[in-house]
């Protein structure tokens, strides 16, 4: 029931009651994906997925979605990566004993093991991360550091690679880290079409801090404060000033920024700064524009304001994000 091609990568993820749902499906998903976009490019691999539980009985997910699974694998069976994701009772899952006698037979003879959030409360309880640098949800952060000081525990940044160990921040973060997992395994244009076809922003570096800004924020509800935010998204580069942007409310400066802050969450000036943010990454993966007319045409004036704002804000600098989701259409300009 588990054997699968010769040539695909086997992928156990652990299952069992109170899980966090998209901690397992999805990467599960994203893998199934990469087996999809892999036969698409001819490319030879991909990944046989099997969800397993210690019943193999449905177990049903903290929101109360039910999930098939096959009993766990026999110990003698190859496994190319194990993925361990969290939820509301991976504390009781740690006290299951022939789930954790499971991991620890099995964790060292796979060539990767992954956690997802809270997951890796159950990696650290079978012995697999000390010593490690890891992460998992910034609200769990704090505890899986002081019940496991043997571990590095850092909060900040979405996912983490140390030695054979992946571990993650929360729920979207598991699909960043199996997106990063099939880059590893499969290539960078498997990895971005998949995030593609998941209408994703591509997939986020894992030194990006869980705190960057999203790609959307609140609608304000006064309709005169929703055409500031229309005006400032249609022309990232035009004068933003605070007193441009009140005048285009017609208030006070003062209460045009009291209201503004109270209706989107976020100062005038930090929304305009996130817009441009914004623009700015879609020049960086859809021109060859320099630093400079990228810094230019989005509001930022030079290119080391643009940086600060890329480092402050997403922990990463914009040469090394351009490095990272250019590849793609470079591979094809060049094939």
Not at 9 to 18: D, M, P, T
Not at 76 to 84: F, M, N, Q, S, Y
Request: charged share 20%.
């Amino acid at each position: 029931m588990h054997a699968g091609p010769m040539n695909q990568r086997h992928v156990v993820i652990v299952a069992y009651s109170g899980l966090q749902p998209l901690d397992t499906v999805g990467p599960f998903e994203v893998f199934a994906g990469a087996t999809r976009v892999a036969r698409m490019l001819g490319r030879p691999g991909g990944y046989h997925l099997t969800l397993a539980s210690t019943t193999g009985e449905p177990v049903f997910a903290e929101s109360g979605l039910g999930l098939c699974t096959v009993p766990l694998p026999i110990v003698g069976e190859r496994i190319d990566t194990l993925v361990i994701p969290g939820g509301d009772q991976a504390q009781a899952a740690r006290r299951d004993e022939a789930l954790m006698s499971w991991i620890r037979a099995v964790a060292p003879r796979c060539r990767r093991v992954a956690t997802v959030c809270t997951g890796a409360f159950v990696g650290a309880e079978a012995g697999l991360l000390d010593g490690r640098r890891v992460t998992t949800h910034w609200a769990s952060a704090e505890q899986l550091a002081s019940e496991f000081p043997a571990l590095d525990v850092d909060a900040d940044p979405i996912y983490i690679h140390d030695g054979k160990f992946w571990t993650s921040a929360g729920v979207t973060a598991g699909i960043d880290l199996a997106l990063a997992l099939v880059q590893d395994d499969l290539g960078t244009e498997v990895a971005q079409t998949v995030a593609r076809w998941l209408v994703m922003f591509l997939h986020r570096p894992g030194g990006q801090t869980q705190f960057a800004s999203p790609v959307w924020v609140p609608r304000a509800e006064r309709s005169t404060v929703r055409a500031v935010q229309t005006l400032v998204e249609a022309a990232p580069r035009g004068d933003h000033r605070l007193p441009a942007l009140a005048a285009a409310a017609a208030m006070s400066v003062r209460h045009f920024t009291r209201v503004f802050t109270a209706e989107v969450g976020e100062t005038p000036g930090r929304f305009v700064e996130r817009v441009r943010l914004e623009a700015a990454r879609r020049d960086l993966e859809t021109t060859n524009d320099t630093l400079d007319v990228i810094a230019t045409n989005n509001g930022f004036g030079t290119a080391e304001t643009l940086r600060r704002v890329f480092q402050r804000r997403l922990s990463v600098a914009p040469d090394s994000y351009r490095r990272r989701f250019r590849v793609v259409a470079d591979e094809r300009t060049t094939a």
